[in-house]
């Protein structure tokens, strides 16, 4: 059978297509490509260029059903929050950054060390805000709001990833299990990612650099925001980063196909990790993430 069916049962009309394709199960290795002049003898078309447009409308249509499908699934909201907030802070560190220097062109004395963005140059927004010239105050302003904007945000994300994937979270923390998803494109995209892809999300370019120079393989990317990486000692953290990205594969699985918090899993999850730290039984609690 082809796209367009076959014997009495035959159309070009998409919605029929698109129904048809859904159901059919082709063998591929038996497959045999079709030619527009079969469409042709059976009166669907009447030449090579009304085939083509039928082709076109029917997968114009298919990309809109799938479009249309996307867009209900439960993690789209989350992820555009991620994404959001992933611009906020690009956009706050840039500001900050481009207002320090400002502040400290026209103030020579001014210690140097509070140069670049990071917490230092945070830091100098309040004062800014009152010892600059009134342009730089409002810029410093709008700066602090659009932080306060952010650890709203950033909060509601967490919020929010408790209940899309909570299986994730519980293991993670909801921003962190949230940055995760955002970066492998979605809930469905990492359910279907081995734990040594999760690990080195985020660390893409690392991992090429290793590819193509043979430098060392990166061993964690964004894990490593959460806390059980990055205070685990030196020694075991590569291992640390691998069993919990193993979990956080399954978590992923659990949180697609089923929906909902297995507890079972979760403390199971957290003793093995906190084992392999040696820091007891995994039920101690989680601590604040660190901010990207």
Known sequence: MY???SGTDISTDPAEVAARLRAVK???????????RQAQQLGLVRDRQEYLEAVRRVTIYMAEEGIAAASQEKDVELLQMVRTL???DTVINLLTERLVDWYISITPSFSRKYRGSGAGAARLLPMIGKKGT??????AKEILSMSAARTSLMKEVSHKAVVVIPNMSALVGGLVAARLMSRAGGLAAVARMPGSSIQVIGAEGALFSHIRTGTPSPKHGIVFQHRRVHN???EVRGAVARALAAKLAIAARLDYFRGELDAVFVDAANARIDGL??????TEPMKKEVRK
């Open 277 to 282: 730290m040696g820091t007891g039984t995994g």
């Open 86 to 88: 992933d611009e906020m």
């Open 26 to 36: 082709t063998d591929m290795t038996a497959y045999v490509p079709c030619d527009w």
């Open 232 to 234: 685990a000692p030196r």
């Open 134 to 139: 009134e342009p730089m105050k409002k810029v």
């Open 3 to 5: 796209w367009y069916g």
